[in-house]
C-alpha cells in the first residue's frame, strides 16, 4: 500500500523523466508507455497535459537538444548516464520550446530530478551548470547544421520525405508541422448525442473545443488530458478519429445495409465511422491479428453502442473462401511505416530503415487476398498513415496492374480538398491540417473473370 501511494505522488516531470528511460532504455512506445505510467501516477489532468507536452517535445526534438548538449558540456551528450541525459532534454526543451515555465523553476526541477534519479552525485551539479550556462548564452546560441538536426528527424527520413513530396515541396514546412502540437480531433457518436449538445457538455468539463472547420460532425479539441475520464467518453458520445481516417472513410462511400469488411480494423476507428455512416444498419467484419486489438474493437463498439460491428481474430494475408465475393465494401489500412503519424508518434522517425525494406511486399499480399472478398460491382479502399509512394501508389499500381477486374474510381471530400478524379489522395500534415495519410479507391467490375 505504501508503495502505491508513494507513486501516486509522483509529478508530471517525474513521471515524464520514468517515460523516456523506458522509451529510451527498453524500446517502448512512448504513446503507450505514458498512458500506462499517467493513470498508476494518478496525475491530474493538468499535470497529465504537463506529462505528456514534455514526453512528446523531447521525442520531437532529441537530435536538436544533443546539440544544445554538446555545445555547452565537456561531455558528448551519449557519454552521459542516461538519468542526466534525459533530464537535461527535459529541462531544455521547458527552457526554450515550451511556454509558461519559468526558467528558474525549469533548472530547479531538473535538478531535483537529478537528485533522485542519477548514480553520480555530481549529476545534480552538472545539470545545474549546463541549464544556467543555457540561459545565460541562449542569444549564442549556433544555428542548426542541416534540417536534420534543426528539427530532429534523421537524415535518411529526411531525403525519404524529401523524394516523397517531390520537387519544390515544402520539406520543410513538413517538418515543421511533424513537430507542432496538433488537436485531437474526435467524432460524435449520431447515434447518442450531437455535435453542438457533444461541445456543450465538453465545455462543461473544461476540455477546450471547438467544431472542426471544414468536417462536419467532429470537433478538435486542445489540452485534453486523459480523454477517457470524461463521462460523455464513457457514455460513448465520441470517439477518437483523425480527420484523415474520417476522410478515408467518406472516400469508401459506405451505405446503410452493406456488407462491410474491415481487414485492419485496430483499434476501430474507421470500422466505428463505417458504422456511423451506415445508421448501424447492415453488417461490418472487423477484423485483426492480434487477439488483445480484436478486445480493442469489440469494447469500442459496446461503449458506442454499434452492434452492426463484429469484430474477428482474422489473418488479412490467409484467405478466407468463406469470405469469397461476400462484401459490398472492403477496407484495407495496411500496416505501413506510420511516416505520416510522426506529429502523433515522434518516436516513429527513429525507426531502423532497414525494418521498412519489407513493408511494401505485406502490403500487397494484403491487398491481393482481401481483393478476393469483394463482390462484383464492389468498393476496395486501400490506406496507409504514410506518404512514402513506394507503400502507396507503387503498391496500388502494380496491384491494377495485375487485377484487371479492379479500376480506380473518383470519390468527393468536403471542401477544400473536393473532387478527386484519380481516385488516389495523399493527405499532407503542413498542407491539410491532418495526419499524413493515402487513400485509393477502387471498383471491382460488375462482370469479368479472374485473372
Not at 527520413?157 to 508541422?177: F, I, M, S, T, Y
Not at 474477428?312 to 477496407?331: G, H
Not at 463482390?375 to 484487371?404: I, M, Q, W
Request: with cysteine; hydrophobic share 40%; charged share 25%.
Amino acid at each position: 500500500m505504501a508503495e502505491k501511494r508513494e507513486e501516486k505522488q509522483k509529478n508530471a516531470r517525474q513521471v515524464a523523466l520514468e517515460v523516456l528511460l523506458r522509451c529510451e532504455g527498453q524500446g517502448a512506445w512512448s504513446d503507450a508507455a505514458l498512458k500506462d505510467a499517467v493513470r498508476q501516477a494518478g496525475l491530474s489532468r493538468q499535470d497529465s497535459a504537463l506529462c505528456s507536452r514534455i514526453c512528446y517535445g523531447v521525442q520531437q526534438n532529441k537530435l536538436l537538444l544533443d546539440s544544445w548538449i554538446a555545445w555547452l558540456s565537456t561531455v558528448a551528450p551519449e557519454k552521459l548516464e542516461p538519468p542526466l541525459r534525459v533530464a537535461l532534454w527535459m529541462g531544455l526543451y521547458q527552457i526554450a520550446l515550451l511556454d509558461r515555465i519559468p526558467d528558474s523553476a525549469a533548472v530547479n526541477e531538473t535538478v531535483k530530478l537529478c537528485r533522485s534519479c542519477c548514480r553520480n552525485p555530481h549529476s545534480s551539479k552538472l545539470a545545474n551548470g549546463i541549464l544556467r550556462s543555457f540561459c545565460r548564452r541562449r542569444e549564442e546560441l549556433p544555428q542548426p547544421e542541416s534540417l536534420s538536426v534543426a528539427y530532429s528527424h534523421p537524415q535518411w527520413l529526411v531525403d525519404c520525405l524529401g523524394e516523397a513530396l517531390g520537387a519544390g515541396g515544402d520539406l520543410e514546412g513538413l517538418l515543421r508541422a511533424n513537430n507542432a502540437q496538433p488537436k485531437t480531433t474526435i467524432q460524435t457518436n449520431t447515434l447518442r448525442t450531437t455535435p453542438e449538445d457533444l461541445l456543450s457538455a465538453l465545455e462543461s468539463a473544461r476540455v477546450q473545443a471547438r467544431p472542426h472547420p471544414w468536417l462536419p460532425g467532429c470537433l478538435e479539441l486542445s489540452s485534453t488530458g486523459d480523454l477517457e475520464g470524461l463521462d460523455a467518453f464513457r457514455r460513448g458520445d465520441f470517439f477518437v478519429q483523425d480527420a484523415a481516417a474520417r476522410l478515408a472513410v467518406l472516400a469508401a462511400g459506405p451505405e446503410p445495409g452493406m456488407r462491410v469488411l474491415d481487414c485492419c480494423g485496430a483499434p476501430g476507428g474507421k470500422t466505428f465511422s463505417t458504422a456511423l455512416l451506415m445508421g448501424n444498419e447492415g453488417r461490418i467484419l472487423s477484423c485483426d491479428i492480434h487477439p488483445g486489438k480484436v478486445k480493442l474493437i469489440r469494447t469500442g463498439a459496446r461503449r458506442l453502442g454499434l452492434n452492426s460491428v463484429e469484430p474477428r481474430l482474422q489473418n488479412a494475408k490467409e484467405f478466407d473462401p468463406e469470405l469469397e465475393r461476400a462484401f459490398d465494401l472492403v477496407i484495407a489500412d495496411v500496416p505501413c511505416s506510420g511516416l505520416g503519424i510522426i506529429r502523433k508518434k515522434p518516436d516513429i522517425r527513429y525507426k531502423d530503415p532497414a525494418q521498412l525494406a519489407g513493408l511494401p511486399r505485406v502490403q500487397r499480399a494484403i491487398l491481393d487476398n482481401v481483393s478476393r472478398y469483394v463482390k462484383p460491382g464492389g468498393g476496395l479502399l486501400y490506406a496507409t498513415c504514410t506518404v512514402l509512394k513506394r507503400e502507396n501508389e507503387d503498391v496500388v499500381t502494380g496491384f491494377l496492374g495485375s487485377h484487371g477486374d479492379f479500376a480506380p474510381e473518383p470519390f468527393r471530400l468536403p471542401e477544400p480538398i473536393g473532387q478527386v478524379e484519380a481516385g488516389m489522395l495523399t493527405l499532407w500534415p503542413h498542407i491539410h491540417g491532418t495526419d499524413g495519410f493515402f487513400m485509393a479507391k477502387l471498383r471491382r467490375r460488375e462482370r469479368s473473370e479472374d485473372r
